[in-house]
């Protein structure tokens, strides 16, 4: 089933193209990975499509609707891109209670589970500014699932994460593919996560170079 889709898309910024033409069907219930140097285009595709930025030419379709700018995005984001931002002087409860008031969607149990799930239950009353950059890229996790997002992007998302904590997030990617949600990721370490991508999307100097389907 489709669930984006991108066509002829490109982005300009002060003159030069940073994406161009890009062609893209994404199917709802799958993982798909980004693979590609820094400069490749990867985290500037995934701000046009959370609608951050605007596209200069082309379309963009999530679910039937056509993106644009002040539109309404039609289906619930969590996003991680780049390292994410955090009230410092904020506890990791607090920031995450903070974001749940915006939609107002979900209470502390569901913030407590999720702590539980990314491993900062114990850490879940310290100030975001004593938490190292693992802990806050945990913090990101955290905040771009707890009120079960349909539509999931992570741009380098095991950056400054250990072993144990790759491990958590590949099961929490897992437990979101059976829930049905759609999942886009970039990686710079795809030998850490390639084995869960349902398609593989190359990229190099703004072009998709090569689409591959998982085995």
Same mark, same amino acid.
């Given at each position: 089933?489709?669930?984006?889709?991108?066509?002829?898309?490109?982005?300009k910024?002060?003159g030069?193209?940073?994406?161009?033409?890009?062609n893209?069907?994404?199917e709802?219930?799958?993982?798909?990975?980004?693979?590609?140097?820094?400069? =490749? %285009?990867?985290?500037? +595709?995934?701000?046009?499509? @959370?609608?951050?930025?605007?596209?200069? !030419?082309?379309?963009? $379709?999530?679910?039937g609707?056509?993106?644009?700018?002040?539109?309404?995005?039609?289906?619930?984001?969590?996003v991680?891109?780049?390292?994410?931002?955090?009230?410092?002087?904020y =506890? %990791?409860?607090k920031? +995450?209670e903070?974001l749940? @008031?915006?939609?107002?969607?979900i209470? !502390?149990k569901e913030? $407590?589970?999720?702590?539980?799930?990314?491993?900062?239950?114990?850490?879940?009353?310290?100030?975001?500014?004593k938490y190292s950059?693992?802990?806050k890229?945990?913090?990101?996790?955290?905040?771009?699932i707890?009120?079960d997002?349909?539509l999931?992007?992570?741009?380098?998302?095991?950056?400054?994460?250990?072993?144990?904590?790759?491990?958590?997030?590949r099961n929490?990617?897992?437990?979101?593919?059976?829930e049905g949600?759609?999942?886009l990721i970039?990686?710079h370490?795809?030998?850490?996560?390639e084995?869960?991508f349902?398609?593989?999307?190359?990229?190099?100097n703004g072009?998709?170079?090569?689409?591959i389907?998982?085995?």
């Amino acid at each position: 089933m489709k669930f984006i889709e991108i066509k002829n898309l490109s982005k300009k910024i002060k003159g030069k193209y940073v994406l161009k033409n890009i062609n893209l069907t994404i199917e709802k219930g799958k993982i798909y990975g980004f693979i590609g140097h820094n400069g =490749s %285009g990867k985290t500037m +595709l995934f701000r046009v499509i @959370s609608n951050f930025i605007n596209l200069t !030419e082309g379309e963009l $379709y999530v679910d039937g609707v056509s993106i644009k700018p002040n539109v309404e995005y039609p289906v619930k984001l969590g996003v991680i891109i780049e390292y994410p931002g955090f009230i410092d002087s904020y =506890s %990791g409860f607090k920031n +995450l209670e903070y974001l749940a @008031s915006i939609n107002n969607s979900i209470g !502390e149990k569901e913030i $407590y589970d999720v702590l539980k799930e990314v491993g900062l239950y114990d850490n879940k009353d310290e100030k975001v500014k004593k938490y190292s950059l693992g802990m806050k890229q945990k913090l990101g996790i955290a905040q771009a699932i707890m009120e079960d997002q349909e539509l999931l992007i992570f741009d380098e998302p095991i950056n400054a994460l250990d072993d144990e904590s790759v491990i958590m997030f590949r099961n929490i990617l897992k437990r979101k593919k059976e829930e049905g949600k759609t999942i886009l990721i970039s990686s710079h370490n795809k030998e850490n996560l390639e084995d869960l991508f349902d398609y593989t999307v190359k990229m190099s100097n703004g072009h998709i170079d090569k689409i591959i389907k998982g085995e």
